[in-house]
């Protein structure tokens, strides 16, 4: 470590508490937990948790220009002061009692000539080795390693070195080194190599990099840099160096030695510090000259010097220990995770860690899982029994949607809000509208009333805007004489809209007796009351009231409804109304409560009925349509529809169909929930020419695929594009690979195709028989012949039932059962590796027994080396 007037920072190699301070005098702190009583009494504060205590101070080494701790435990705290004389000198910090330290402690290593130490280092193994750095002097060398173990004869001491040292005890001066490398250069850096038994030494010297090997001094190896300072071995990484030159890193790697392997971004500033991170792998610190930034360099690679040139991945980042002061000098801590302690030039300490980045990475599954440090989190989402759906990730619901094919039942659509789960109520009342109006579709198919299928699927909306011929009746109550005040309005328009709100079912009559009974079924009492009582049946009402409340688990209450409902009257004054009013809105059940407010209303004021948010859309819809006039239905039906596209309730369906404001809707509906399963199914519903066009409906499918992709759900993905293509024949995709001829290059795809392409006819080629049939074996552009199969030995284009030697009974009664099968066993197939193939029938009956290529002499492991193959996907058993 140097030292000149700025204080520098040296951590102790076998205390990881203490460390030293050194700039004109040598100091030694511990640092520990603020607070605690080792550290009450004098502690400098380092941090909210740390402090230091100083434990001694030693200030007989003056001219202090480096300083290097004695590696080995024994004796402790003994420690190299490289001089401004080019003198090492040994000295320790407090009192030890070990004879050995006492023997080393003064001794002094004297140069021949006098000039600037520079540079220190410690041999990690054999600790009796010293190497010191010095300045250039042209009769002497600049690398001298010093035995401090070493006996001194004083006779061989001139007088006037000895009178110039002081030393009184002239035995403690040395002035034969060891080694002396490096003659006629300057050393201003040097570091011990861990490789080959800690007998090399990389030095930094005037203008290049040497590495000497100590096992023959007489050879080096070096090449020529500026980047000769501050040179620093990788403690995780042996071969990897680091040296800077004023504001450049340059990022050496031992084994090839030519030139650096990176060169880190030249930096405004000159640097003073470059330091590896001991307990981090590739994270490199540097600090330039009056900065109170220290950067950091992650090198996220491993480093392969032999093979190609790959640029490594390197992260730059920028820590700020104290915002304020200026950082003169900074030490990684040696056993403390990024931990460092930071010193300003006026002796102020901070002690700091540096924060890993999170790395954060989302599964498609919704499992979370980020790395800090050398800590791995996983975070999933709870999927146990007690997890309520409504708690689940969308992303969740979709993937357990689709294990259970929801959205491509097409047959009977309302099971799609099953497969879902049941338990959602607007994807309940989506699928029964889109169940209604496929129904009602077919109906209209049948009565060849083409005209009116666009209608149904335009919704309720666009319906009673086409309606007309609206007839007004008043009808007395079921089983009573009593004439109601309230009337009934009827229309062809109307009644189509009942049929889609499922109240009646097909035919001019309208009947919802079979509604009511599967409602009853269904264990909705209140609902199917609420139904009988709009249809003027209050005894049917009364009925089904009582029968509910005798049911299993059936309430109780429903009784007591029941009776008041049997003493209505349609006497305006009277107490029945009256109190009906008042406590409709204490009963709970939303079903009950319009029931009353229906029979307190006004004739065409309803709104108590037609605003009940609790009510289902359809129920609500199909009331407007029977007691709501041609000029109240449009302007109800056209605020509702506003409503349910600025929630995006999927209620809203009904009314807008699969129409451009069903479109807004869903995407109101996506926006809010992210569905794009939901939407995607719904709107392949829709007309190809209008909906399926929309940009926004082509992302929300494409998104679907893509997560069908994500999780690995590839047959989902394809029976979902199928079921796309029967909807949708325009998203049929088109081909996009052919196979070419070798000699022309030209497709021949039209002599596979089993429709013959215009022009000759397939006898001109040479080949007899039916033209359905594909049995081309040459090009048909330029009439060379098709590659032979491997295994039958005839030209490619040969269907397979023609090939002699296919063999086997039940092969051929496969292709006589499945003709899409016999079309796939006359592909081409070959291996990318070895170029060897033939009819796919014939190659995948061929490696069902064997695992190598059938051509003689190729070893190819043809099938091992399709990697798709070793993919195993989600959704398979």
Known sequence: MSSGYKPDILWSPHHADRYVICDTELSLYRIGPAGSPETKAGTLPLSEETAATLLAINSDTPYMKCVAWYPKHEPECLLAVGQANGRVVLTSLGQSHNSKCKELVGKEFVPKHARQCNTLAWNPVDSNWLAAGLDKHRADFSVLIWDISSKFSPESVPAEKARLSGDVDSGLLVTKPLYELGQNDACLSLCWLPRDHQKLLLAGMHRNLAIFDLRNTSQKTFVNTKAIQGVTVDPHFPDRVASFFEGQVAIWDLRKFEKPVFTLTEQPKPLTKVAWCPTRMGLLATLTRDSNIIRLYDMQHTPMPFGDEVEPTIIERSVQPCSESIISSFAWHPSAQNRMVVVSPNRVMNDFTVFERISLAWSSTTSLMWACGRHLYECTEDGGQGAAAADKDIATKMRERAQSHYGHDTVQVWRNHVLAGGDDPQLRSLWYTLHFMKQYTENLEQKQQSNKQSLIYSGIKNIVKSSSGTTETRRCWSGSDRQTDVPRYHSEERSLALQLCGWISRGPDIDVEPFLKSLEQEGEWERAAAVALFNLDIRRAIQILNKGASAEKGDLNLNVVAMALSGYTDEKNSLWREMCSSLRLQLKKAHLCIMFAFLTSEPGAFDAVLYESRVAVRDRVAFACMFLNDTQLPRYIDKLTYEMKEAGNLEGIL????????????????????????????????????????????????????????????????????????????????????????????????????????????????????????????????????????????????????????????????????????QFNNWFTWCHNCRHGGHAGHMLSWFRDHSECPVSACTCKCMQLDTTGNLVPSDSA
């Open 655 to 822: 009314l807008t169909g699969l129409t451009k404001d069903g479109v807004d809707l869903m995407e109101s509906y996506v926006d809010r929930t992210g569905d794009v399963q939901t939407a995607s199914f719904c709107m392949l519903k829709g007309s190809p020419g209008e909906v399926l066009k929309d940009p926004r409906v082509q992302c929300w499918i494409e998104n679907y695929r893509n997560l069908l992709d994500a999780w690995r759900f590839w047959h989902k993905r394809a029976e979902f594009d199928i079921h796309r293509s029967k909807l949708d024949p325009s998203s049929k995709p088109l081909p996009q690979v052919f196979v070419s001829c070798n000699f022309c290059g030209k497709s021949i795809s039209y002599s596979c195709s089993a429709i013959p392409h215009q022009g000759r006819g397939f006898s001109q080629y040479g080949v007899s028989g039916s033209p359905t049939k594909s049995k081309v074996t040459s090009c048909p552009g330029c009439r060379k012949p098709l590659p032979r199969c491997a295994l039958c030995l005839m030209n490619m284009g040969t269907p397979v039932s023609s090939c002699p030697g296919t063999g086997k009974a039940d092969e051929k009664a496969d292709l006589t059962r499945d003709k899409k099968l016999a």
